[in-house]
């Protein structure tokens, strides 16, 4: 346990050296989060409601959904890819522990430095721009902090499986890129899927994404009555165990053929 | 003539080049390809998915707001190809890139534009011209001939004060001597502010992107004179024009910080 608190402790000091690049970044974020709040301000206009969520109700979940994205970010995919691609794989092998686990401690360490250079940021840009981002209840507030380690769990283990590709393709910027607009879209992180057409949405509830930002934020802003909400943190549990146990399978057979390209 | 036949064989021959060394890897290439329409396509989704329901956004309709994505997204697409070299020559700058073309023959910013056009942009190119096809199919845009002129002065202008802003930019290395992270940025601010109609945000950003960042000229203001859409400014004629115009000088003013920063720069070492 020490051991990955230290590399936690590591990730920090690195993420510290490019505060530059995270302040851009958080800019970045906050004129998206801005520039989404006003879109749906803008397309309300008159409207009570949509599907029973009002307009409020939206911009709230836009700015806790930006919020959300901020701390998921997903270190292990670049690292993994780079690691194999530089060949520095192989010392991360033969330290004397897991070696997904040594990532996993590192985006530990990329949360604590995002929660304080880029959520907290954000959340007072949000507060000055749209007011405060109130859950529906304390008690939605807690079923949705669960539901949101779930969905980072969801999201980490479907990324780290993801990036195992690297151990067989080399060149994986256009992959990851695809994958990135994809979750954003179909996880309901940009546009809740209670916009989309029936048959998509159906589809989509079949799939892990919507339980990494659409599910949590739904619970937000209290869409489902608390026992529903319970049930959503059940299905989020299962895939989460699923994707973990893919995810083993997977990590199993690709580390067993690693190659390291010169050094 | 010459000197300008000169130039336009040079930039053709990079062109090959260029198109020669993303062919080398037609499998990355291909994937970009395939990656880069995708963000498009989800932004393109989000309008169509939400503004059928509420029928309008700041009185545009999915119609309108299709052409007008596809005509920000066009622009966009021109710039990648003729200045995607500015959203990194940050780096250039300080590994002392540039050194080499000041011993050429020829104008230095032709040289760093033109030396290294960029085919990949055409991965951004492809899906701007569909949308753009599928917006003025849907609008039913008239090719007059007043029309035409106007669409043409609109993507040129366009193009340029994307570039121009990247450019002016970009060039500031040449004095702080450290590369500006800020492409990133620009492109974000121009696609927030001409995908969508910038009547949507308060008076006072639609301010700030009118007149003392004039972003929106690049596709907004063309846009909404063509759909006949009231905005902070509303002129009945003319705004394409103004759009060159305005790319024109913004162009002009970026190639003189470049010469300047340039002019007074000593090159990196190493």
């Known amino acids: 346990m020490k051991a990955y608190i230290y590399v936690a402790k590591m990730r920090i000091q690195t993420m510290m050296a490019y505060r530059v690049d995270a302040w851009t970044f958080m800019i970045m974020q906050c004129l998206l989060m801005a520039a989404v709040g006003f879109f749906w301000?803008?397309?309300?206009?008159?409207?009570?409601?949509?599907?029973?969520?009002?307009?409020?109700?939206?911009?709230?979940?836009?700015?806790?959904?930006?919020?959300?994205?901020?701390?998921?970010?997903?270190?292990?995919?670049?690292?993994?890819?780079?690691?194999?691609?530089?060949?520095?794989?192989?010392?991360?092998?033969?330290?004397?522990?897991?070696?997904?686990?040594?990532?996993?401690?590192?985006?530990?360490?990329?949360?604590?430095?995002?929660?304080?250079?880029?959520?907290?940021?954000?959340?007072?840009?949000?507060?000055?721009?749209?007011?405060?981002?109130?859950?529906?209840?304390?008690?939605?507030?807690?079923?949705?902090?669960?539901?949101?380690?779930?969905?980072?769990?969801?999201?980490?283990?479907?990324?780290?499986?993801?990036?195992?590709?690297?151990?067989?393709?080399?060149?994986?910027?256009?992959?990851?890129?695809?994958?990135?607009?994809?979750?954003?879209?179909?996880?309901?992180?940009?546009?809740?899927?209670?916009?989309?057409?029936?048959?998509?949405?159906?589809?989509?509830?079949c799939l892990p994404f919507v339980y990494m930002f659409q599910e949590p934020l739904s619970i937000y802003i209290g869409k489902y009555s608390p026992a529903e909400c319970l049930g959503k943190l059940g299905i989020q549990a299962a895939w989460l165990v699923g994707l973990l146990v893919i995810f083993m399978f997977a990590q199993k057979r690709a580390t067993r053929r690693v190659l390291v390209q010169g050094g | 003539m010459k000197k300008f036949k000169h130039y336009m064989s040079v930039a053709a021959l990079s062109f090959r080049l260029s198109m020669q060394s993303c062919m080398e890897y037609p499998a990355a290439f291909i994937g970009w390809l395939i990656s880069n329409p995708i963000q498009f396509l989800v932004g393109f989704a989000t309008i169509k998915f939400v503004v059928e329901e509420f029928e309008t956004l700041a009185d545009w309709n999915f119609r309108e707001l299709a052409f007008l994505y596809g005509m920000s997204v066009l622009t966009h697409g021109l710039s990648v190809i003729f200045f995607t070299k500015t959203w990194y020559m940050g780096w250039d700058i300080i590994h002392g890139e540039l050194d080499r073309m000041r011993l050429r023959p020829m104008n230095t910013l032709f040289q760093f534009l033109a030396g290294d056009l960029n085919f990949f942009g055409i991965t951004d190119l492809i899906p701007g011209l569909i949308l753009f096809i599928y917006g003025c199919v849907s609008v039913d845009f008239r090719w007059t001939f007043s029309n035409t002129l106007c669409m043409i002065c609109a993507l040129i202008g366009g193009t340029l004060i994307r570039g121009a802003i990247y450019l002016a930019f970009g060039s500031t290395t040449f004095w702080t001597k450290s590369p500006l992270h800020i492409s990133g940025f620009f492109q974000e601010l121009f696609n927030r502010t001409n995908m969508y109609p910038l009547s949507m945000y308060p008076r006072a950003v639609q301010f700030v992107f009118t007149f003392i960042m004039p972003m929106s000229w690049v596709a907004f203001y063309p846009a909404s004179e063509f759909m006949g859409k009231e905005s902070m400014i509303t002129l009945p004629y003319g705004m394409s024009f103004i759009t060159l115009g305005l790319g024109i000088v913004l162009f002009a003013i970026a190639c003189k910080i470049f010469s300047a920063g340039f002019g007074q720069y000593e090159s990196a070492g190493s």
């Not at chain 1, 009570?48 to 836009?62: F, K, N, R």
């Not at chain 1, 194999?84 to 686990?101: E, H």
């Not at chain 1, 040594?102 to 604590?112: K, V």
């Not at chain 1, 880029?118 to 840009?125: A, H, K, L, Q, R």
């Open chain 1, 41 to 205: 301000r803008a397309v309300y206009g008159g409207a009570e409601t949509a599907h029973g969520v009002s307009g409020d109700m939206m911009i709230t979940y836009t700015v806790v959904s930006m919020l959300m994205s901020s701390l998921y970010y997903m270190g292990v995919e670049d690292r993994i890819a780079d690691a194999v691609k530089s060949g520095s794989i192989a010392t991360d092998m033969i330290k004397p522990i897991n070696l997904f686990s040594l990532y996993f401690a590192e985006d530990i360490g990329n949360i604590i430095f995002n929660l304080f250079f880029n959520t907290i940021p954000m959340f007072i840009v949000a507060v000055i721009i749209f007011g405060l981002p109130v859950p529906a209840s304390a008690e939605h507030f807690w079923l949705f902090l669960a539901s949101f380690i779930l969905g980072y769990g969801i999201n980490w283990t479907f990324s780290a499986t993801f990036a195992l590709m690297a151990f067989t393709a080399i060149d994986l910027g256009p992959v990851f890129s695809i994958k990135y607009h994809f979750v954003n879209m179909l996880s309901g992180a940009m546009i809740p899927l209670w916009f989309f057409p029936e048959w998509l949405r159906t589809a989509l509830y």
